[in-house]
Every structure is written in C-alpha cells, then in structure tokens.
C-alpha cells in the first residue's frame, strides 16, 4: 500500500479552507496553517522510498482531455521538488507567524490561505505526470501568488502585481501552445525519462517553435533573463513570501519544468541532435553574469537577493543545459540546497526588518552585534552560497563542475568559477559592515529578532551546514538527484 | 410510454402553453407567474436532460408532428448536437428565471409588468427550443420569428433608453431574418423541399448552380447577424446594456449561441459548402471575421467603463470562438466550438447576473466607481464574480481553459497559426479587462464618504446567491470534468466525415 500522491495536494486545498472558516480566531487559523505543512511533509515523505526504489507512487483520476489524464506520479525528480518545497514551509509558516504579527499585518486570513494553495500547486507541479497536469497547477500557481505580492495594497504593490501577472500569464498561454503542439506531433503528454518518444518523429521547424514556446513558458518563472523583470519588483511582497515563493516554489516552479522540459519532454539526444542545449546554455549564462553584476548595484538588501536569485536560478538551467549525467544531478541538487540557503538570507532580511525597520544595505553597520544570531546564519547562507565548503552551496557547485568536465565545456567551469567570486564580491560586504563596521545608529532595546523570527532561520542554515557535511542525510537529495539524472540519461548518450 | 414518446416536442409544448397561462396566472395572483415561469423552465430542463440521455442511448430520435411524414409534414430531430444545445439553454434559462424574481421586481418597478415580462420570457425561449429541435427550414424560420419578436420585448421594457436599442435590434434583426427567408427561397425554389434531411439528399445535384450558392450565403448572412458576427454585431453592445440585469443574463448566454447552432447545422451537416459551387469558403470567411471579433470585441471591451457594456463586447468576443472552431472545419475546432457553446453559457449567465446584483446593492455597476465597498457587502458575489472572470481569462482548471485548450488543439492541427495567436491574444486581453475589475474590488478603498454601516454585509438575498454560486460551481466542475462531456456527447455530435 503506497501513499497516494494526491494526499499532499489535497492536504493544504483543505487547509486553505479551515484557514478562511476561522478568520477571526487568529490562534487556530495558524494551528492549521502548522497541522497542514507537518501533515504535508510525511505525506511527501511517505512518496520516497517507492521513488528511490524506482517504483513511484502513481495516481490517475479522470481524463481532462480525451487521452490525457489528470494524473501525478512521484519520481525522484518530482519527490525532490515536493520535499524541498513542504519542507520549508513548515519553516516558513512559523517565521511567517512571526513575521506578520511583529509587523501586525492586515489581512493575514488571505495570506496564509493563500500561501496553503500556492503549496498545494507546488506539490501538484512537482508530481505531475504529464504536461497539462502540469500546466493546470502551474497557472492555479501563478493565481495563487498574486494576493501574496499585492499583499501590502500599496500603488507600488498593485504595480508589481500587475506586472507579475503580465509576466506569467503571457508565460502560461504560450506554454499551453506549446503543450498543444507537443500533443498533435507526438500524440503524448507524459513526462518521459529520457523524452517523449513521439517527438523524435516531429519536424526540426516544430522542434524548434516548441523550444522557443518552452523556453519563454518556464523560463519567466525561472526568471532566465530577459524574462526576469517581473522577480525584483515582486521584492515588495511581506518578506515570508519572498522567501518561500521566490526562493523555493514559484521559481523553483520554472527551473522545475525546464528539468521537466529537457530530460522529460525533448530528452538529452533530442536536444542535442538540434543544438538547442547551446541556446540555453547560452542564455543561462548570460544570466549568471548579468545577474551578478546587477546584484552589485542593489542597496536594497532584499533586491539583491532576488537577484542573486536570477543568477542561482540559471546554474540549475546551465546543469540542465549541459546534457551530461552529473551536470544534471548537479541542477536538481542545487535547486534543493540554493533553496535552504536563500531562504536563510531572506528570512534574515525579514528579522532585521521586523527588528530594526532598515531595508537597506547601506544601514547594516554593527547590526551583527545587535542580532548575532540573524547575521551569523546570514554569514553562513552567503558562504554557501558563494559555493564554499562546508555548505551544501559547495557540493551542487562541485556537482555542477563535474558536469561540466563531463562534457567538456570548459567555458562553462569558468562561468562557475567566476559567478563564485562574484557572489563573494556582492555578499562578503554585507557582512563585512555587519560585524566590522561600528553601529551608526542607537537601536531601541536589546537582543536578536523573537524567536519565532530567529529559530526558522538558524534551523535554515543548520540545514545547509549539515546537508553541505552530509548531502544525502534525511531527505536523501542526493540518491534522487543521481536516481533522476540516471533516468534521464539511462538510454541516452 | 405515452407522454415521453413525444419528448422530442415537449421542451416546446410546456413552454409555450406556459407563456400563455402565465397572463391568466397573473390575474390572479401577481407572483404565480414566477412560480410558472420557474416551473416549466424547470420541467423543460427535465425533459431535455431525458432526452440527451435518450440520444446517447439510442442515437438521434426523429419525430413527425401531427404524424405527418416529412417531407409534407414537419419533423423534429434531436441528435447529440441539438439535444446537448437544448439541454444547455433549458438550465440556463432555468438557473436565470429563478434568479431573476428580486431583480425583475427591482428594475421593473412598473405595476402589472412582471406578468407579460415572464410570459414573453418564456414565449422566447419557446422560440429557442424550437429552432434547436426543428428540422425544417419553414419552421424554423417560424421560431426564430416568435423568439426575436419576444427578445425585442424583454430588451425594451428597461427603460427610456432600452426602447432605442431595442428598436435598433428590431430593424437589424428583422433583416437578418429576411435575409435567411430569402436564401431559404432560392433554396426552395431549386430543390422543392424545406426539410433538412431532404435538402441534404437533393443538394448534390444541384451544387454548382448559382441559386445554391446564393442561398447559401444568405442564410448564413442572415445568422450571421444574430449570431453577432463580426461586423454584424452593432446591435449587441446597446441591446445588452440597456436591457433590465434579468433579461441580458437571459439572452446573452443562449440568445446568440442558438444562431451559431444554426450556423453549425447549416455549414456541417445539411450543405457541404465546398460542394455548393465554385469551392465557396464560407465557413472559412466566417472563421476570420471570428478572428477580427475576437480582437475587436476585447479591445473595446476594455474601454468600456460600464461593466454590463464591457461584459456585451465580451460577449462578441467569445461567441468569435464559436465562429473560429466553424472556421477551422475539423473535428477539434467542432467540439472546441460546441464546448464553448455551453462554456460561456455558464460563464456569461454568470457574470452577468452578478452584474445585476451589483446593479441590485449598489446601484450601479459602472467600473471607475467600483471599489472595496463591494466586496465588503456582497463577499459571495465578488468571489463568484471572480471565478466568472477567471475562467474568461482561460485559466485551468476552469472551462473557460479547455475551449481554448481544443480550439488551440484545432488551429494546429490546420496548421492556422494566426487563428492559434489570436486564441492566445484573446486570454490576455481578456486578462487585462477583468483584472482592471477584480483589481479595484478587492484593493481600491472605499472613499471616506462611506461610513460604517455602508460596510455592514448586505449580500444579495439567497435566491439570486444559490444560482449564482450554482454557476461558480459548474464552472470548476464542469471544467475537471470536460472529458466526459466531450467524449460521451460531443465526439459523437462531430458531422460524418469531418476528422
């Protein structure tokens, strides 16, 4: 008897509901906000074993269009997804309890509701089985998202809801173009390991359209430039959400389908034989770059991350891109463990801010002396994240880099290499004013963040720390990142 | 036995006995018309769920009024496309006759006038039922004669303004109307019969001759206008604007997608209009001019500053759809086409009955003076509003999704990647002009003119609310589920011979 993988979708729909039923009882809306991310977790949990046994658990309900079911089916790839996004949000909702009511926020009902559906398309995302599953979660995903950016209701907030809204609905029509062209040329929409047989048969021209087609669809949500303009802006959303939605699901969302894309959809040798893993090797590295020199041009410590983020994001598509066994292993790894250390650093912007009201990096003088706690797990997120020992940032780089040896490119190690100094360059000074630089300023009162703000994020990056020491320890990211890239490459070249 | 052996009749013979009890009803009591009204609209959406059951059993069910044999008597057909098409209209109907005793009473104010308002409501979905079932070119001219002539009535008992549209739908109607009769008596006149199965027999013989071709074009002219296809659609915006909230959400969902079905048996099962000589692409030049309604119905639907004028060009937009699966002539745009049939029937009904209860609560429905204060007050509306809205946007799981999803699955399998393009332009319009209302009702605060008890709770009483929230709900169901409705009805209403 395995556990049916619509459990842990269906786990926080639910939630979302009881959290809207009990508006008014603050104490016991966020008890379920908690009951529904723990329950959520084992659910997935549950989903591992079969996935690394090789025998995923499956689910199929009613057909949504003649031939294509409405159907999930957890493997490795799609478990490591799920993990890492319900994982976090159990963190997450204690920082965001935390968060929203050191702040007092209004309209805290429609926050965590929403956030409980936002988790409920991730997990669909992550064990779709086929395209149109996928897209169904993935626009409830971009739905689900909004009220959270809009959350503040401010002109800049509406702005930027907007502008995420263009962003990703445009991203949504020309992915259901391009699942309905797959449709009609191969006669399938199952995310097969290796690619979808039938489009082998499809013309270069239509191979070609549908490359573009996917690439725009999912690459806004993982904001490969030029389609990243929509993820700074969102910065104005409270800072639980930039963690969570912006650091690990909804970008995650993206990367996760173009995993989905070249190693399900098109596969490796498809790729290849058209030279369509240049273009996106290409793009994601142009992203790198370009992202990390603007993320130098950021004073608002929360618009750095997030371009940080963009940068980030494109390594996973560069291991994608690259075609190679251990590149792609590399890419899933880092999409989980970019996660545990991103989220650290968003969840100590927010503690400062609920702490100190500063936003800016500018402001950061002596503020490691004030909160140890928050600037010490900031010091060890950025370390990670510059791709240094003994964070888990080290050991999907490492990966990335095998990859990348693998397949001979060695521009891409450069790439790598360079993208590790620059994230030192635009992190290093963070902490350099933080614990060097005598405080400016008085601060009222004493101590750290409370600690429903300082706990989620230590516990954070423990998390990296120890996922760094030991990679395939509990969620055992490491055995599916090999199980997903040895699937889609088993037949392969 | 007895009484269903006439099924096929009967959606016609409870309404149309109904339109004429309800006056004698009326003198007796004022509110039994209602409850006729609800009664027999109710009753009729019985028989027509009977009947589909009974064509999905035992294929199309022929029946001979009077029993007269065709081609000297009339006959009635019911096959998967008219008895899904019936079913769709009679719950339709139903859901807005139910919902429509509060409001006709508030925009009504009128004494007396609720008696003939029910009467002529349903003397036109009388006329609907029988366009949908006839199969006789005559008669159905006869029906469509009896519903405009009703249609007319239901738009200019609004008001001042409503007798200007509804004149100007009288003038446009009555000549798409001639235009059909007169295309029907080039017709006639080639081929000596008006009954569809026969025209279809003897049509082959005379494909080629000019008077055909002639014919042809008229009649689908003639539709084509009250069907509101691009450029024939200026009666629409005003019509639907200037009527009472009951009566467009009466005639918005099924008033035009009556005319389509027309254009579907016209163009696909009665004439093969590649036949009708020289190759005429007439479903093909319907299909564009669906593409430039597309796109002009949602560009000006997003000046508009009225919602129920916004939601009339939306309205031209999506019965484009329609005209766009007719134009592609394959089997996915067929069933993209008739999905959308009942698709936006849910969705329109919808919307606009929520615009009514705005109208209703607020006084107005104008989009500018939207704000907070809506959504405080009626919160059920405002969210079933934006599930209506949502699934205009083409958003999954709800239906709005899957009728582009099929449409789409259509333009490429004929390789009409500008008809795909419009398809995907469409959602994003349509984005832009709903998020601009959903925008302003959930973020734009009240002005300081409102006090507290303005904010108090004031939903619409729960007899407009449950069909509204009833249509919310179909919307997501009936999207998860469009599998079943295509492959049980619609695969087997696609025309023989069509892939």
């Known amino acids: ?493 | 036995m007895g009484i269903l052996n006439n099924s096929p009749a009967l959606p016609v013979l409870i309404l149309l006995p109904a339109a004429i009890l309800i006056p004698l009803a009326g003198l007796v009591r004022e509110r039994l018309a209602y409850h006729l009204a609800v009664l027999s609209t109710g009753l009729a959406a019985a028989v027509s769920a009977l009947n589909l059951a009974k064509v999905l059993e035992g294929g199309a069910i022929h029946y001979w009024l009077g029993g007269w044999f065709p081609p000297i008597g009339i006959e009635y057909v019911l096959d998967h496309l008219s008895a899904f098409i019936v079913l769709v209209v009679n719950v339709i109907a139903f859901l807005v006759i139910l919902h429509s005793r509060v409001l006709v009473a508030r925009e009504i104010p009128a004494p007396g006038k609720h008696v003939p308002y029910y009467a002529v409501a349903l003397l036109m979905l009388c006329g609907f039922n029988g366009i949908l079932v006839t199969g006789d070119f005559f008669n159905l001219y006869v029906w469509l004669e009896i519903s405009s002539l009703a249609l007319y009535g239901l738009v200019a008992v609004g008001g001042k303004k409503s007798a200007v549209a509804a004149f100007r739908y009288l003038i446009m109607g009555t000549i798409g109307a001639s235009f059909y009769l007169i295309g029907l008596a080039f017709l006639f006149t080639s081929t000596g019969t008006l009954n569809m199965a026969d025209m279809k027999a003897v049509f082959p013989h005379i494909a080629g001759q000019p008077a055909a071709a002639v014919g042809l074009v008229l009649m689908v002219v003639g539709f084509g206008l009250k069907m509101a296809l691009f450029p024939l659609h200026g009666w629409l915006p005003d019509a639907y604007t200037q009527a009472p909230s009951s009566s467009s959400a009466l005639i918005a969902p099924v008033g035009t997608k009556v005319a389509a079905y027309v254009l579907f048996r016209l163009l696909f099962f009665v004439f093969v209009p590649e036949e009708a000589g020289r190759g005429l692409p007439v479903a093909q030049a319907v299909g564009w001019l669906s593409a430039a309604g597309i796109i002009f119905g949602s560009v000006m639907a997003i000046a508009q500053k009225e919602m129920k004028r916004m939601l009339a060009y939306s309205s031209i937009a999506q019965i484009g759809y329609i005209g766009l699966g007719i134009g592609l002539a394959n089997s996915f745009g067929f069933i993209g086409a008739v999905l959308h049939v009942m698709n936006h029937a849910v969705m329109k009904a919808l919307l606009f009955l929520t615009a009514g209860h705005f109208r209703m609560r607020l006084g107005h429905s104008r989009i500018p003076e939207l704000d907070e204060t809506a959504r405080r007050r009626m919160p059920w509306t405002t969210a079933a509003f934006s599930v209506g809205a949502l699934s205009m946007v083409g958003l999954p799981p709800a239906v709005g999704f899957f009728s582009k999803w099929y449409l789409a699955l259509g333009t490429i399998d004929r390789s009409n990647w500008i008809f795909l393009g419009v398809i995907l332009a469409s959602s994003l319009l349509n984005a832009v002009y709903f998020f601009r209302v959903i925008e302003r009702l959930y973020l734009v605060k009240s002005g300081p003119k409102d006090g507290e008890s303005e904010s108090a709770v004031s939903e619409a009483p729960a007899s407009m609310l449950l069909p509204v929230l009833l249509l919310a709900a179909a919307i997501i169901v009936l999207g998860l589920l469009n599998a079943f409705v295509v492959k049980g009805v619609l695969q087997a209403a696609v025309p023989p011979g069509m892939t």
């Open chain 1, 1 to 493: 008897m395995t556990m049916s993988p619509f459990a842990p979708i269906l786990v926080s729909l639910a939630a979302a509901v009881l959290i809207l039923a009990s508006g008014r009882r603050a104490n016991l809306r966020e008890a379920w906000t908690l009951a529904a991310a723990a329950a959520k977790f084992l659910l997935v949990l549950a989903l591992l074993p079969p996935a690394l046994a090789g025998r995923p658990a499956e689910a199929v309900l009613f057909e949504l269009s003649p031939g294509v079911r409405f159907a999930l089916r957890a493997d490795a790839l799609g478990v490591s997804f799920a993990l890492l996004s319900s994982g976090l949000w159990i963190l997450t909702s204690v920082y965001s309890i935390g968060y929203m009511r050191g702040l007092k926020e209004h309209k805290q009902t429609r926050y965590f509701a929403s956030f409980a559906v936002c988790l409920s398309s991730a997990v669909g995302i992550a064990l779709s089985a086929n395209l149109l599953t996928f897209i169904v979660f993935y626009e409830i995903l971009t739905i689900a998202t909004y009220p959270l950016v809009i959350h503040k209701e401010a002109p800049a907030a509406v702005r930027a809801g907007r502008k995420y809204l263009a962003y990703t609905l445009t991203a949504g029509v020309v992915l259901i173009a391009a699942a309905a062209i797959v449709w009609r040329a191969a006669g399938s929409l199952e995310f097969t390991a290796g690619g979808i047989g039938g489009l082998a048969g499809a013309g270069a021209g239509t191979i070609k359209a549908l490359f573009v087609l996917f690439l725009a669809g999912v690459g806004v949500k993982a904001s490969v430039m030029p389609l990243h303009g929509w993820l700074p802006t969102a910065m104005i959303a409270p800072t639980p959400v930039s963690a969570l939605l912006h650091a690990v699901a909804v970008v995650k969302a993206g990367v996760f389908g173009a995993l989905r894309v070249v190693g399900f959809v098109f596969g490796p040798r498809l790729m290849a034989d058209h030279g369509l893993n240049m273009v996106l090797a290409v793009f994601a590295g142009a992203t790198i770059v370009l992202a990390s020199l603007l993320a130098f041009k950021q004073d608002n410590l929360k618009r750095r991350l997030a371009y940080s983020t963009v940068g980030h994001l494109s390594y996973i598509v560069l291991g994608a891109a690259l075609l190679a066994p251990t590149a792609y292993a590399g890419a899933v790894l880092h999409m989980a463990f970019h996660a545990t250390m991103k989220i650290t650093l968003f969840f100590c912007a927010g503690a400062i801010y609920v702490r100190l009201h500063r936003e800016n990096i500018s402001q950061l003088d002596g503020v490691g002396r004030i909160m140890p706690w928050t600037m010490g797990a900031f010091a060890l997120g950025a370390v990670g994240l510059a791709g240094l020992p003994p964070l888990d940032g080290f050991i999907s780089k490492w990966y990335l880099g095998l990859g990348a040896a693998e397949a001979g490119r060695t521009a891409a190690i450069l790439l790598l290499v360079g993208s590790g100094l620059l994230n030192a360059g635009y992190f290093f000074p963070i902490l350099q004013r933080a614990f060097f630089r005598p405080a400016k300023e008085k601060v009222e009162g004493k101590g750290d963040a409370s600690p429903l703000l300082v706990v989620p994020l230590a516990a954070t990056a423990a998390l990296s720390l120890i996922l760094g020491l030991w990679p395939d320890l509990g969620a055992r990211f490491m055995t599916l990142a090999k199980t997903a890239a040895a699937a889609v490459f088993g037949g392969g070249p």
